[in-house]
């Protein structure tokens, strides 16, 4: 089992910016690739963005390139999410998820953008 715990959601005016924080703990071992999603109200889950572990692939949803960076703290077994230049619709439940086998996900954090 993986466990994740994300961390530092909230609210922020339109332009600012936000960094998100995920750990992991557990049976981290042969996690391959870990990441983020959203979902807004009324609306389906949404990937974000998506690293491997060894940082060899990084992949963003078109809406986030150039405002989203994900990074990772390999000895702290923690990925981040820092998201510039918000915007009201990136307002959503981010949720971190890591794939070992299955997809893992943590309980997730809200970020909500005002205008």
């Known amino acids: 089992q993986v466990q994740l715990v994300e961390s530092g959601g909230g609210l922020v005016q339109a332009g600012g910016s936000l960094r998100l924080s995920c750990s992991t703990s557990g049976s981290i071992f042969s996690i391959n690739s870990m990441g983020w999603s959203r979902q807004a109200p009324g609306k389906e889950r949404e990937l974000v963005a998506q690293?491997?572990?060894?940082?060899?692939?990084?992949k963003y949803a078109d809406s986030v390139k150039a405002r989203f960076t994900i990074f990772k703290d390999n000895a702290k077994s923690t990925v981040y999410l820092h998201m510039n230049s918000l915007k009201p619709e990136d307002t959503a439940v981010y949720y971190c998820?890591?794939?070992?086998?299955?997809?893992?996900w943590g309980q997730g954090t809200q970020v909500t953008v005002s205008s």
């Open positions: 998820f890591a794939d070992r086998y299955r997809r893992y």
């Open positions: 690293i491997t572990v060894d940082g060899g692939s990084i």
